[in-house]
């Protein structure tokens, strides 16, 4: 069980590297803080990542290597004080590797009906629009 340990923490330090990188990280520490949150540890750990990652945005590749390490141990340390289970590292690294997998090369279909009546300009279809100004535009100058 231990080198499995070993190799779990070794491939979430491994996925979190490569996520730190992309636009995806806020959402990966998110689901790590979540998994950390039920001891004190898991605010060193999160604080610890949050370095490494300002370590690697900065430093040139051959740091990367160490880096790595460096959050495979602090991975390691979460199991061995109890932060984390070792089924919970099991279920972060697979939750970790699917958020970094590509999207699917093959194009989505989105359909889309309006009904309720005429529509006598653009239509847009939106989840949230936030810190929307809608107004008159000023007159232009001549």
């Not at 690697?56 to 991975?75: F, K, M, N, P, W």
């Not at 958020?99 to 009546?117: D, Q």
């Amino acid at each position: 069980m231990d080198s499995e340990l070993t190799t779990l923490a070794a491939s979430g330090a491994t996925t979190l590297l490569a996520l730190m990188v992309t636009d995806s990280w806020r959402h990966a520490r998110d689901l790590v803080a979540r998994r950390l949150a039920r001891t004190p540890t898991g605010r060193a750990t999160i604080a610890d990542l949050d370095t490494a990652r300002a370590r690697l945005l900065s430093a040139d590749t051959a740091q990367e290597g160490q880096t790595a390490l460096d959050i495979a141990v602090h991975l390691r340390r979460a199991v061995d004080s109890g932060a984390l289970t070792a089924d919970d590292l099991r279920a972060l690294s697979m939750t970790l590797e699917q958020l970094a997998a590509p999207s699917p090369r093959h194009p989505i279909t989105v359909h889309n009906e309006i009904t309720g009546g005429t529509q006598h300009g653009p239509v847009i279809q939106s989840g949230r629009i936030t810190d929307l100004t809608v107004g008159v535009p000023p007159p232009l100058l001549p």
